[in-house]
C-alpha cells in the first residue's frame, strides 16, 4: 500500500532507491548528499534493501564502481554533489559512452573555490555534454518519483543510457515535505527487473570499453545522440504511464500560468515554487512560469510549444557560464528560440546558496515586462548581488 | 592438457619443490610435468611488439583463470594492444574503463556477482605499474582495505610505455625515460623503485606475491594461489618491455631473468603476512650484466652502477641473507 509520510527530501530519495530493488549502491559522502547515503546505508543494515553497499574511498570509484556492477548487469546507484560530481566528470563519460543505465541523485551544490557547500546548479550544468540524462525537480515527492521514472527511462532498450536526477541541495534534501511513498509491488509492475543486451559474462564473453579509433568513434557518439533523442519520448511516455499507475506526473516540462502569459519566467529545479508563488501574489495573467524537467534530452519542441504565445521570457537560473555573461541555460534557450521574435533575458541567481527572494522575483517580472513596453533593459541580472562589494 | 616442462638451468629442483609448483612428479634436475591448460583465452593476433613480456602475464594468468572470469583493465599498453574495435584479444568478458580505476571497476564487479548470486565467478584486474602504483593507487588501496573477493595483478614494465616511456614511480634508479633523461644535469631517473608489493602487504591482505614472466611456472602458480584466495590479493609481475628497456625481443626473457638472477627483482610470495622467497637465484650475477643488455641504462657511469649494486646488495642480504645453508 502506498503512506503518506513527511520526510525530508534526502529520505524520500532512498526510498525510491529500496522501492527500486538496487543491487549495487556505491558510495561517497559529500555535504549536502549525506543524508541519502547514509539512509540507504540504514536500509542495509537493517534488511529493508537487499543490495551490495561500497563504501569508497572516492566519487571516481563509486561512479567507477557502478560502472562495473551495471556492467555485470546489474542495478546500480550512487548520490553525490559539487566536488563529488566534478571529480567524477571522467567517468560520467564513459558510463555514458559504453551505455550503462545508471541512476544518481544530483544534491546541487556550488563549486569551489570559495568553497561553498550551499545550492546552485553550476555542478551538474557543468556535466551537460556528458551524455547523460538530467532531470530537474521541484519539490522532494517529485526527486522519489524521478529516481523511480529515471531507471524506467535508462533502461528502456532503445535507450539505455545514465540518468541524473538534480535536486536542489538543502532546499530539498533537507527540508521536510509531505510525500507519499508508493507501494512496492506497483513499482516492482512499472518498473520491470533489469534485462541488457550485453552484460559481463562468462557464458557470452563480450569485450566492453575497447579502442575506437577515428574509423569507430564518430558513430558512437552519433548513436549516443540518436539514443539520447528517443529518451525524450521515453522520458514522455514514462511519465504518463507513471501517472496512470500512481495517480501524479509532471510532464518533461511544467507550464504554470501559461495560458495568456506574455513573460514568462523559465527556470529548472525548486525556485520554480518561490516563483508560483510570486505569480499567485502578482494575479497577474500575463505572467506565467515554464519548468524544465529534463534538461537533457532538451526538450525543445515541448519548450517552442509552450511558449509560442509568449513575448519575453526571462531565464532564471542558478549557474553562470564565467566568459559568456549568462547562464547556459539562457544560452540554450536563445538557440531553441532562434528565428522567433521573442526577447530572451536572463537572471542570474542564487549563487551559492544566496536566497532568491518574491522581491527577486518581482524584478525578473519587471524587467522583462519594461522589455515588453519596448525599454531598453540589462539582458542579464545578477539578482541579490551586492554590487557594492564586487 | 599435461605438458611436460623442461627444468630450465636456472631452476634447481630444491627451489622447484620448494616453490610447491604443484607438480606431479618431480625429477631431480630433470622434468617437471605440470598441469598447463593449452586453451588461449588471450587470443594472438594482438598487436604487442614482438618480444613484449607483458603480454605473457596476460596470456598465462588467462591459462590459470580459465573461462569462468570477468576481467577489469586499466588504460595502459595491454589493454590498448588487446582491443582495438572491432578486434578483441579477450576470449572471456573484459572491460576497460579509465587509467586509474581497474581496482574500483573490479569492486563493482565483485559487488554485481554476489547480488546476482554468481559467486563462483572470479574477478582479475590489470593494471599497468603507472595505472597500479602512481595514478591507480588510490582505488586500489580502497579496493584491497574494503577487502573486496578479487586478484589485481599489476604488470610492471618500469615506465608509461603506452604514452611513450615517460617515468613512473616504478621505474628503477638510473633509467633513462622520455621524462627523466640523462643530460649534463642528469643521470636520468633520480629515484628508486617504489616498493609496491610491500605497500600493498601492509593492507593486511591474505595474499601478495611477486613474480617475473621469466619464471612462467612460479608465476602461475601465484595467479592460482590468488584466485583461489578469499578476498583480495595481489600480485606484482616483473615484464619485459622491449622498446621501453631498449632491448632486442629475442633477448626479452633473458633480460627478464636477469632482473631476477641479479637480484634487481625478487621472487617471493606473502600468505597471511608470512614470508616466503620462491626462487633464490643459484648464483647472484653483478647488475652492471643486467644494466649492461638494455639502451635504458647505457649512459650511467661506475658510480650509478656501484649505488644500484649497493642497493640491491642491502636487499639481497636482507631477503636472503639468512637463508645460506
Ligand atoms: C587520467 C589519465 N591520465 C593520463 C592518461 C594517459 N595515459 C594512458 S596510458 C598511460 C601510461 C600507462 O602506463 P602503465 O600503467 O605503466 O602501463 P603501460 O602502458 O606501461 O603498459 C598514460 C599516461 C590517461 N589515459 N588518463
Ligand atoms: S611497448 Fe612494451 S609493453 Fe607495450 S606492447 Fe610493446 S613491448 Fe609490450
Ligand atoms: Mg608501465
Known sequence: ?390 | MRVAVDIPSYVRCRHVCGASLAASRCYKFGRLVKEVSDEELFASGHRGCAGCGCTIAMRLALKVAGRNVIVTHATGCMEVISSPYPETAWRVPWIHVAFENSAAVASGVEAALKALGKRHVKVIAFGGDGGTVDIGFQALSGALERGHDFVYICYDNEAYMNTGIQRSGATPYGAATTTSPPGRESFGNRTFKKDMPRIVAAHGIPYVATASVAFPLDYMEKVRKALETEGPAYVHVHASCTPGWGIPSEKSIEVARLAVDSGMWILYELENGRGRVTYKPPEKRPVKEYLRMQKRFRHLTDEHIEVLQRYVDERWDEVFGEDEE
Open chain 1, 1 to 390: 500500500m502506498p503512506h503518506r509520510d513527511v520526510m525530508h527530501g534526502s529520505r524520500a530519495v532512498a526510498e525510491a532507491v529500496r522501492l527500486c530493488d538496487v543491487k549495487v549502491v556505491a558510495a561517497y559522502p559529500i555535504t549536502p548528499q549525506t543524508h541519502i547515503v547514509e539512509d540507504i546505508a540504514e536500509m542495509v543494515a537493517n534488511g529493508e534493501l537487499d543490495a551490495e553497499y561500497i563504501m569508497v574511498e572516492s566519487e571516481h570509484s563509486a561512479m567507477s564502481a557502478c560502472i562495473g556492477a551495471s556492467a555485470t548487469g546489474a542495478r546500480s546507484f550512487t548520490a553525490t554533489a559539487s566536488q563529488g560530481l566534478a571529480l567524477m566528470h571522467e567517468v560520467l563519460w564513459i558510463a555514458s559512452g559504453l551505455r550503462l543505465p545508471i541512476v544518481m541523485v544530483n544534491a546541487n551544490r556550488a563549486l569551489s573555490a570559495p568553497i561553498n557547500i550551499w545550492n546552485d546548479q553550476s555542478d551538474s550544468i557543468a556535466e551537460r555534454d556528458s551524455g547523460w540524462i538530467q532531470i530537474y525537480v521541484e519539490t522532494a515527492q517529485e526527486a522519489l518519483d524521478s529516481v523511480i521514472q529515471a531507471y524506467r527511462i535508462a533502461e528502456d532498450a532503445e535507450v539505455l543510457l545514465p540518468a541524473m536526477v538534480c535536486m536542489d541541495g538543502f532546499v530539498l534534501t533537507h527540508t521536510v515535505e509531505p510525500v507519499e511513498v508508493p507501494d512496492r509491488e506497483q513499482v516492482r509492475e512499472y518498473l520491470p527487473e533489469l534485462r541488457m543486451p550485453h552484460t559481463l559474462d562468462p557464458e557470452n564473453p563480450v569485450t566492453m570499453g575497447s579502442l575506437g579509433d577515428p574509423n569507430y568513434y564518430m558513430e558512437c557518439r552519433k548513436q549516443q545522440e540518436l539514443a539520447m533523442e528517443r529518451a525524450l519520448e521515453v522520458a514522455r511516455r514514462a511519465d504518463e504511464e507513471f501517472r496512470r499507475v500512481f495517480g501524479r506526473g509532471y510532464g518533461v516540462v511544467e507550464e504554470y500560468n501559461m495560458e495568456d502569459a506574455e513573460v514568462v519566467l523559465v527556470t529548472m529545479g525548486s525556485v520554480a515554487g518561490t516563483i508560483k508563488d510570486t505569480i499567485d501574489m502578482l494575479g497577474d495573467e500575463s505572467v506565467g512560469l515554464l519548468r524544465l524537467r529534463l534538461f537533457r534530452p532538451f526538450p525543445k519542441e515541448a519548450v517552442r510549444r509552450a511558449l509560442a504565445n509568449a513575448k519575453v521570457v526571462n531565464v532564471i537560473e542558478k549557474d553562470v557560464s564565467i566568459g559568456m555573461g549568462e547562464g547556459a541555460l539562457m544560452t540554450e534557450l536563445k538557440s531553441v528560440l532562434y528565428g522567433s521574435d521573442i526577447k530572451v533575458l536572463g537572471t542570474v541567481a542564487g549563487l551559492g546558496g544566496r536566497d532568491i527572494t518574491t522581491e527577486h522575483i518581482r524584478q525578473a517580472v519587471e524587467r522583462a515586462q519594461r522589455a515588453l513596453r519596448g525599454e531598453r533593459v540589462d539582458e542579464v541580472a545578477w539578482a541579490g548581488l551586492k554590487e557594492e562589494a564586487v
